[in-house]
């Protein structure tokens, strides 16, 4: 696709950024906003200078310069009050920070909030396309609205379990219906769970609150209802992060690259924060296998040994939401690696409980199957 892009001196002029460390971000936010989405996805050199500093970039200060904006974009993610544009998501990974009311107009000032986000969403496309892994562990669940990609059921139980199993699997089994109804001492009807962060339910449909969940569309109310608990608090936000990052990879592009190359939320994920060497011996001493099956317990081992390193960081990001560990390795990584036992058949794949960093594996009848199960999870 850059290829495509017209070959004339205005795109292939090397693009200079001059800024100030104070304040960085906010200076980087102004120099990426002038640029051109032309001047940002070119291929020509990229030159980075720090005002009151003599160093010459040849790479050092470009690389100095994405890990210091990172740094910026979640100074204080873990922080339900802070003030950072990212904050930590379910599973601890990051997303856009709720900043601005869902409904109404949007102030001056709150624009200017949302057009961080869009900066923050061009720098990550900016940092893929100059092949530079950011320190940053970016929600798969962000990935998804990148690729164009619904959120569904499969979202919930891997980000939030406990809510699956009290919300989703009660209305998806026999006679759930019924029961949920006795609870609530009234018919469940199209509105949003209360939750800690969301007190007040929201109709998750127009006139939601006077329509009845029913076998005929109950479906419909899971899927309406996953997508509030994920996305309510911050869908204006979400937008113009996915829209800053389309700016310089379309959408269009991401959806081809999607089909013809199979490209995964997971795999976009990982093409921002990059793959990491992963000690195995560590992994394994820091894990907790909670599975009576020896014979399986080696077969995993084993399985994760064979694999590549952007397989081992796949896997690691599949389970954790990362393919990122803390500094100081699994030892650090709170809860700790566990795997678990599924009461699904040897035919279903494995699936995870990231907010956990939780696997749960069938009880395979062969490394092969183990393996292969695996890579295709």
Not at 174 to 192: C, D, I, N, R, Y
Request: charged share 25%.
């Amino acid at each position: 696709w850059l290829d495509s892009q017209p070959d004339s001196p205005l795109f292939r002029e090397a693009l200079h950024l001059r800024l100030q460390r104070c304040d960085l971000l906010k200076n980087t936010c102004a120099a990426l906003l002038r640029c051109t989405r032309f001047q940002l996805s070119s291929n020509s050199i990229f030159l980075v200078q720090f005002a009151g500093e003599d160093g010459l970039d040849a790479g050092g200060l470009t690389r100095d310069w994405f890990d210091s904006v990172s740094q910026a974009l979640v100074a204080d993610a873990a922080d339900p009050d802070g003030s950072s544009p990212l904050a930590q998501a379910l599973d601890l990974t990051l997303e856009p920070r709720p900043l601005v009311r869902d409904e109404g107009d949007v102030s001056e000032e709150d624009q200017e909030k949302l057009k961080v986000l869009l900066v923050a969403g061009r720098f990550l496309a900016f940092a893929i396309l100059r092949e530079m892994a950011l320190p940053m562990s970016i929600s798969t669940l962000f990935c998804k609205h990148l690729l164009g990609q619904a959120v569904t059921s499969s979202d919930l139980r891997q980000l939030d379990p406990d809510f699956y199993r009290l919300r989703i699997e009660g209305v998806l089994k026999e006679g759930g219906l019924e029961e949920m109804a006795a609870a609530l001492g009234e018919p469940l009807t199209f509105v949003s769970a209360a939750t800690e962060l969301h007190r007040e339910q929201e109709e998750l449909k127009p006139g939601g609150s006077s329509i009845v969940v029913t076998e005929e569309n109950k479906l419909e109310y899971i899927q309406l209802l996953c997508e509030a608990r994920l996305c309510s608090s911050n869908r204006r936000e979400m937008a113009c992060m996915v829209q800053g990052f389309w700016d310089l990879l379309p959408a269009e592009i991401l959806k081809e690259m999607s089909a013809q190359c199979n490209l995964t939320p997971l795999d976009l994920a990982i093409m921002i924060s990059g793959v990491h060497s992963l000690d195995i011996e560590d992994w394994r001493e820091h894990s907790r296998w909670n599975i009576q099956n020896v014979e399986l317990e080696t077969w995993f081992w084993e399985v994760v040994e064979d694999m590549d390193e952007e397989r081992r960081s796949m896997l690691l990001a599949f389970t954790t939401g990362s393919s990122r560990l803390p500094l100081g390795g699994f030892q650090d990584l709170k809860p700790n690696f566990t795997i678990n036992a599924s009461v699904d058949s040897h035919l279903h794949l494995p699936h995870a409980h990231t907010c956990v960093n939780q696997l749960v594996l069938p009880s395979y009848t062969s490394k092969e199957e183990l393996q292969e199960k695996l890579l295709t999870a």
